[in-house]
């Protein structure tokens, strides 16, 4: 790359204090194309970009404690009344001297109010193990069949199609190329003024004019110019991050026993959109509803049927959502 930027950061002095300053990152920077030689060409550039939006954490929790419970699909599993996420609680049963007997993890609704002012009256707790075991299930029995494995590897080869974006930026770097060269001829022109000439500043005026209007036009193309890349990598990224869940998907039988608790709870972040449940606990004992993913995995429902001693069905709704 061989671009230059100018005030990226500024110190500012934090208000409220005598002698109290801080970093703060600017939007409004300047950004040149330099003289210098390249280190790397822009590609390579591009390419490191997208790896490392592809690889960043932003939002990734790393503070849980050492004896917290991760529950996997809180806020995953909506409530059957009023459609909102339920959350992972616990009770826990102690004797008399305070020592505990047992544990019962279980996801409940927080009884929100609802459209109309009313209170969501879903009072049920959903057996935590109960849940997390019967959306394992259906996600193993998803890869064991032949189909949906072969569409999981033909997805980790399918190309993103970038041709429009490309388009975009590749007429960007034109339009800022002719700016640039219209810039030296004007200013080759104006160094070439005759002073002595009767109209020199009105012929000046007009030349400066065109110049503050040139530069206006190329910040405007390189603002857009730099959007337009930022909108590639952007593609790129969520490219290779759905590729890593598609193989992980086709593995997961065989990954999902050596998964930490943490490791599971963001792979079904990443995964899922939602797990629906049923108000009323069924005859097969199970929760589970139907569950939308967030990758478009198959356009069209499957049944997939539950090991639990008893033949039962559930729907699985599979669907792209983009939130």
Request: hydrophobic share 35%.
């Amino acid at each position: 790359m061989r671009k230059i930027a100018f005030g990226r950061r500024r110190t500012e002095k934090v208000q409220g204090t005598r002698n109290d300053y801080h970093l703060v990152k600017k939007d409004d920077y300047i950004l040149v194309e330099g003289l210098h030689e390249a280190i790397v060409t822009e590609e390579v550039w591009e390419m490191a970009q997208i790896k490392a939006d592809s690889q960043s954490n932003k939002y990734k929790r790393i503070n849980w404690g050492k004896n917290e419970k991760i529950h996997l699909l809180s806020g995953i599993v909506k409530c059957p009344v009023c459609g909102v996420g339920m959350y992972g609680n616990k009770t826990i049963k102690r004797r008399k001297d305070s020592s505990k007997i047992n544990e019962y993890n279980f996801y409940g609704c927080k009884h929100r109010n609802m459209a109309r002012g009313h209170k969501c009256d879903f009072s049920k707790q959903i057996n935590e193990e109960i849940l997390n075991e019967a959306v394992a299930e259906v996600i193993k029995k998803l890869v064991s069949n032949k189909k949906f494995a072969d569409l999981m590897k033909q997805k980790i080869n399918t190309e993103i199609d970038t041709s429009e974006i490309d388009k975009e930026i590749s007429s960007l770097e034109k339009q800022i190329r002719q700016l640039y060269a219209k810039k030296e001829s004007v200013l080759k022109d104006l160094d070439s003024l005759d002073y002595e000439d009767a109209h020199y500043q009105r012929i000046k005026t007009d030349y400066e004019n065109i110049l503050y209007k040139t530069y206006d036009k190329i910040d405007e193309k390189e603002e857009l110019l730099i959007e337009a890349r930022a909108k590639k990598r952007a593609i790129l990224a969520d490219k290779i991050s759905a590729e890593n869940i598609y193989k992980a998907i086709l593995f997961f039988d065989k990954l999902y026993e050596k998964m930490s608790d943490e490791e599971k709870r963001e792979f079904y972040e990443k995964l899922i959109y939602a797990v629906h449940v049923y108000e009323e606990r069924q005859h097969s004992g199970q929760w589970l509803k139907s569950i939308e993913f967030r990758l478009p995995i198959i356009d069209h429902d499957m049944k997939i049927g539950l090991n639990n001693g008893e033949s039962f069905e559930t729907v699985v709704r599979i669907q792209r959502r983009d939130t």
